[in-house]
């Protein structure tokens, strides 16, 4: 198993229920509804994308390639910091120029869910199966 994207999994899906806290207890009153529904955004794509990195560590244990994981792995970190990131940095201190790697953050999700798919139709038998 690689033991870096469960890790960094555990580690984020932590982070992303500690920022749910602080967003639902510690910003309300502090933020508009806007301002709360784009920090739940942040909070709802970490948590996805925190579980995707351990998916992709438990993934490891199969014949699929680690190499893909691995460059999976990375996209899903860079994703979480960019987009969650951003959207964090942009709600809690109003820095507009940080916008623009939200969607970044995006693409590195989207590409490391194609890096999935070519995965797996690469490799399509998984240990144990007929």
């Given at each position: 198993?690689?033991?870096?994207?469960?890790?960094?999994?555990?580690?984020?899906?932590?982070?992303?229920?500690?920022?749910?806290?602080?967003?639902?207890?510690?910003?309300?009153?502090?933020?508009?509804?806007?301002?709360?529904?784009?920090?739940?955004?942040?909070?709802?794509?970490?948590?996805?994308?925190?579980?995707?990195?351990?998916?992709?560590?438990?993934?490891?244990?199969?014949?699929?390639?680690?190499?893909?994981l691995a460059?999976?792995?990375?996209?899903?970190?860079?994703?979480?910091?960019?987009?969650?990131?951003?959207?964090?940095?942009?709600?809690?201190?109003?820095?507009?120029?940080?916008?623009?790697l939200t969607?970044?953050?995006?693409?590195?999700?989207?590409?490391?869910?194609?890096?999935?798919?070519?995965?797996?139709?690469?490799?399509?038998?998984?240990?144990?199966?007929?």
């Open positions: 198993m690689m033991r870096a994207p469960l890790a960094l999994g555990a580690g984020a899906a932590l982070l992303a229920v500690m920022a749910g806290a602080f967003g639902s207890h510690g910003l309300r009153g502090t933020l508009d509804a806007r301002g709360l529904e784009v920090f739940q955004t942040a909070v709802t794509y970490q948590m996805h994308h925190a579980i995707a990195l351990v998916l992709v560590a438990l993934l490891a244990l199969t014949s699929l390639s680690r190499r893909l460059c999976a792995a990375v996209l899903f970190s860079a994703g979480i910091v960019l987009f969650s990131g951003s959207l964090y940095l942009l709600v809690l201190t109003d820095l507009r120029w940080i916008g623009p969607p970044l953050g995006g693409l590195c999700f989207m590409m490391a869910w194609a890096l999935l798919v070519v995965a797996a139709v690469r490799h399509p038998r998984v240990p144990g199966q007929s």
